[in-house]
């Protein structure tokens, strides 16, 4: 992180609204001090789990994880910018929390003030491990970003109790909700101690073997606190070992959480059937479970994955946090292979700006868990098949798991932008900054783009004389069927391997690298086993996926096609409009509903025009229809 | 039904399937007497009830219902047909129930055998008012088609039981499940007993009044047997006064038969406030909650309607016996008409045809309940949001709701075929027959058809000479755009009221009418308020929707599309294909599915021929895709 400097206009925009908007108002949230909005309790937990306050527990069994993402998500804000008063608030929490930790280094506020003879006892319902998990990914972003220890000391006396709990040879455990197994991952890469892999490992290893944890855990503990059914094997990925598990199952964010794990652990320990499992389970979400705008989640029941090539666009779930955790899982894959491979860059992309930005109001201030790709006032939320989808962002929630996720993948959106491996440096993302490695690998690199909304992107690549890079690699993102490559403004034709071009990079010298996608409107097709989309087409720009709302349509978007292979026009891009967009305009056509239900004769279609906007930017402008994927009228 | 002799080529066919297949192989069911099917236990409770058999109740609460429902459509067999056999069965059987009820007339084997402690203390869950309504109709049909008084007498005390306890000044109460309403308006209209009529209107007129009822016994009762939700006041139909109820909600069976009995009522008492709540809940269902195939439900969650125009086609209820309901409930609405309307025949007609039938396989072996437009073995039963939907008809369940009601449906379906009114004599459906009006209106008509198949209708009509009837209707099918009337050979224009044409018929003679409907082919499109449908035609001939199934077409439907406007073409009738159909092929167009989730290439359409076959008839070739609304394409 502390290489980079994002001065990008469009993601600029996020990094500033979670620092002057998101941030402060979710520290208002975590101390109770926003009128009207459901009480968090959560830092107040903590003020009477370190004994400065009397009172009880509140709050969900997970609410310290909101705490801990805060943390984690301020601690890349104070990365980005120098921010007193924002470091004095983290100080104070921090000093709350190591209070709260108990001598041992548990540290889990409902169990310490509420169970505390339940601990350990549940992990399939009570997330401790989750917790704690969040608080050691919060230790180490704060350790990276201030050069701090103070909340990784935290982190690491609270691993250090795990690990002397759990293991071969000790007590056996695998928590219900996967965020321990990444968490001991990056406090491994932090600190190089051996026991966070082993123990890592030892959970990943140990879930789906015989006779199955969870399974065993609710036969002898004797209590439930949500009353889950440990014989649903799916729903927290025990349903078999994981190097056997093929299909990605059970609740979203759970599954795309442990399998960063795996990915991150299976490349750390050389452990390549580890790395087979990911490469089959990546495939399972992205070739047949996946959203076209990189959400997965098909129910809501469970929030979870159903079967392949069920995608209802109606009543999925699509978690603003499970495109947060596929875009995690992503870079420990791009991380994990040989060679980069643009296939996991091509979905944090699409991930990163058509869910995640959507999950968030351009103002700030109101979220979606739930990402339709269709959206009806008249259903969403009040049918019943449709209780769980909103079409309209509510402000924010007691219980708040997707706010402080989008928090944390923003402020830290950089570390997803380049990679460097051997003797290569590869831009995975186009976003405008500096990336200076001057110290590390004798490289500067400036990026000036307008990417998404246009599609030259220009690198000026700074090499010291002794610099060990000696290619530039750029992806060419999966959308792009036309680019061209200029080197210091002369047309070239790189190789192209695993979807990145690779450049020559002299060393000692400035070398000015532009590539130029052709970025025009395209339509997109579903593979004709997914049932929903069947007759219908989507509408992307470059990455961003396109929607049409009512409020554009008379308020009503029934009856409504798109022309067949009609061409579709890109309107002057307008400020004023949505934060900066440019529209699309489409012919089409309208049958307008009529009294009866069947009729015998073709009800006459009106032609229309169509305009469509960026889907990332739908629901601001109240509460109305909308929908991704078009029916086709020739 | 004494009145009409039934020999038609379709329908008669199905009566013979109940009398020589269902019927037998349901008393052997309800008797336990059949090996790896699900013990019934049934006529069991009844025997240890009448203090014959030692032994527990088993089964669902509402176990008696099925013996009471079979005791029905065996009267009406009889009817058909004298069968010493069945007669003999049916005698020993309401032996049996006689003995099994108790002084007082109560007749509940399930609390009289287990929970005598609790009667009529949970009227919301424990269907004690169902189940006598149900032996109370057995007990009506049972006279009327033997005019033997043994099942009446048992009904009649049953009924003297519930007048007793209930109404004005007495206990209050409101059934959970509806039924009882109806069940003693037909016991009051074969035994003119004011009383009957009296507490039927109570039952209609205390339901969802405050404070409601089957809340206020929740909170009393302290006990529960299937844990439901008395807040939900949906389920039930008890969120108003039945006058103030707008939609069609809820538990789809509940609902039709409350609304049949509140018809039924209405017209008796000449309540016109409450006919004109049957009229706008019959406008909720038909305009706007209806499938194709008159099915109703579209939810599996309480399998219940859920909002205007939520018609999904895969994951709907469509129970076959709440299109049986919707049978009893459209009769009472044409019965309760000034002129009898055409809008209510044809639902009959399109529910019996598409539905009723549907739910049958065509050797009378196996059952659906759920009655999906678009099946996939690949999904359901199997998918979280597919569970209750199969693609394939079970044999028979422990607790068989459907397959009794449609049994009992079927042997009385004459009785829907002609309605009288004063001077005239109406033909509501078209089937082969005779009709013997002669000792009561002086009129005979023989009926002479190849219906459905076929649209030539033939009647032949002798009237006597004093006959009071001098107008013969004939409802013209919504489906049918074209038609021919001859009298007598010559042709005639008569006016048509209501959907009937109306035919002056001349006393003392023969007059032979005939109705020609031209019977081809036909698009039919969805309100383009319907989301699932948008894109989309299905097919009807005549009153008999089209289905596409896989068998015919490479064992996969996925990307298959119609060709927009292009001609349907009739296949000779095959006799030996699914029991005699006349098949229908189609242009269309296949996309095949690619490797890819989404692509930016327009997938290629092949040309593929398809066929098509009546609904009825799915699935009697194996288990296979079906789909009624194709896609379109130009």
Redesign the interface.
Known sequence: MKNYKLSDNFLGYYQDLILQQVLPYQYQILNDAVPGVEKSHAIENFRIAAKEADGKFYGMVFQDSDVAKWLEAASYALALQPDAALEAQVDEIIRLVGKAQEADGYLDTFFSIKEPEHKWQNLQECHELYCMGHMIEAGVAHYESTGKTTLLSIAEKAADCICARFGKDKTRGVSGHPEIELALMRLYHATGRQAYLDTALYFINERGTEPEYLEEEAKHRGWVHFDMDPSDKEYAQTYAPVRKQEDAVGHAVRAVYLYTGMADAGRTAGDDSLLAACETLWNSI???R?Y?NSSIGS?G??E?F???Y?L?N??NYSETCASIGLIFFAKQMLDASPLPDSRYADVIERALYNTVLAGMSLDGKNFFYVNPL?A?P??DG????HKHVLSHRPSWYGCACCPPNAARLLTSVSTYLWTVKDTALYANLFAGGRLDLSEEKGITVETVTDYPLDGVIDFRVDTAANTPVSVFGIRIPD?C?MYQITVNGEPVLPEVIHGYARIPLPAGCITQIRLTCTITP??????????ED???V?IMRGPLLYCIESVDHDGDL??I?IK??SPITELPYTRSLLNGIVPLQMEGYR?????????????AAEPVTLYAIPYYAWDNRGENEMKVWL????
């Open positions: 992205t070739a047949r996946m076209i129910t029941t469970g979870a159903t079967m392949d069920d209802p109606d009543t269709e009806n008249l259903y009040k049918c019943v098949t959308w069927a395209q339509r997109v097709f579903a593979n004709t086993s997914i049932r069947l007759g219908c989507a029934r009856g096609f067949k292979d049958i307008p509903p009529s009294d009866a239900l069947y009729t015998y004769q073709r009800p029916h086709e009228m020739e």
